[in-house]
Every structure is written in structure tokens, then in C-alpha cells.
């Protein structure tokens, strides 16, 4: 159910067509929470169909002519009805994580190199963030709405910061840090 609130909230920050909603969730909201461009779209018109956002008049009549929504009354207060409930944590489901259990059984034929590419991916995302935080959240940046935001890219922060330190001890773990690969074990004998 957070998808629609994801677009809600991107909405009541700036209305937007559904082109300018997926590229402001591929720069922004994507990096928490990621939606093809045929869910944002679809989602706009079950939304729109519900009374939470309506098509604002364009200026002009024209065919093929983009819609930029907004949030209705009845949106915002969906919003906010959903922000204020509680929510338990979401198991974590990583596949890397089932596929190293895996190779306790099978052996570590292929691991290194999609650790070591995750360890990449990894590196790039947190480098990103640590741009974003130089760049959007100077000093003294205090007004709540500033600071809320500012949590939940922390949170991204330093979620990439586990994934980063976590991927160089497990290389090391594995005997795969340096030329010493061949203490990654393979499947137990007994």
C-alpha cells in the first residue's frame, strides 16, 4: 500500500505529470522506495479514480497533452491517516544473503565477483547520498520538514554504509580480499 502514498506525498510536495513523478522518484524517492514508470502511471489513475488526486486543468486544450495532478482534499487526509498508523518492520528478504547460505552447501563458484560487484554498487550509492547531504543540507537547514527529510536520507546513508563495511568483511571473511582466494570454503565433506 506505499506506492500511492509515495506518489501522494511527492504530489503534495509539487504537483506534477506522471513523466515529472518518475523522474523525480528515479532523484529522489526512488531511493528508498523504487516504481516503474507503468506502476506510477497506473497508480496515478487508480488514485484519481478513488478522489485523492484530480488532473489539473491544462491551460490550453491539447491532444497528447500531459496531466499534472494534484492532491485533493481527500488524499491529503488518506495521507495523513496512513502516516499516523503504525507499521511493524519488513523482514528482510536479500537474495545475495539466501544465495551465500546457498554456497555453504553448493560451494562459492561465482560469489566473489557479485560481492565484489555489489560492493561497487554499494560504494556508488553511498558516495551519492554523501553528495546529496553536502549539497542539500547545509548547516543550520532547521525547519521540521528540512529535518525529516534529512533522517531518511541519514537512513539511506547509513544503510549503504552497513552494505559497504559488512561486503569487505565478508571478502576478507572468505579469504577473498587479496591474492589469498583459496580460503573460500566449498561444501561441507561430511
Not at 67 to 73: I, M, T
Not at 173 to 179: A, K, P, W
Request: charged share 30%.
Amino acid at each position: 500500500m506505499s506506492l500511492p502514498h509515495a506518489i501522494l506525498t511527492a504530489l503534495l510536495e509539487k504537483p506534477s505529470s506522471g513523466l515529472e513523478l518518475t523522474r523525480r522518484f528515479d532523484k529522489s524517492i526512488g531511493y528508498f522506495w523504487s516504481a516503474t514508470h507503468q506502476q506510477i502511471y497506473r497508480e496515478l489513475g487508480r488514485l484519481e479514480g478513488e478522489g485523492y488526486i484530480r488532473a489539473l486543468p491544462a491551460p490550453t486544450p491539447a491532444r497528447g497533452q500531459k496531466k499534472e495532478y494534484e492532491v485533493l482534499p481527500e488524499g491529503r487526509a488518506e495521507l495523513a491517516r496512513w502516516t499516523a498508523a503504525s507499521q511493524d518492520p519488513k523482514p528482510l528478504r536479500d537474495p545475495l544473503l539466501l544465495r551465500l547460505r546457498a554456497a555453504a552447501v553448493v560451494g562459492t563458484d561465482g560469489i566473489e565477483a557479485d560481492l565484489r560487484r555489489h560492493l561497487g554498487l554499494h560504494r556508488r550509492q553511498l558516495a551519492e547520498y554523501e553528495e546529496i547531504d553536502k549539497r542539500d543540507f547545509p548547516p543550520g537547514l532547521d525547519a521540521a520538514p528540512d529535518r525529516l527529510r534529512h533522517v531518511v536520507l541519514r537512513a539511506g546513508i547509513d544503510l549503504e554504509t552497513f552494505w559497504v563495511r559488512w561486503l569487505e568483511q565478508t571478502l576478507e571473511e572468505l579469504g577473498l580480499d587479496g591474492d589469498e582466494k583459496d580460503r573460500a570454503f566449498g561444501p561441507d565433506p561430511a
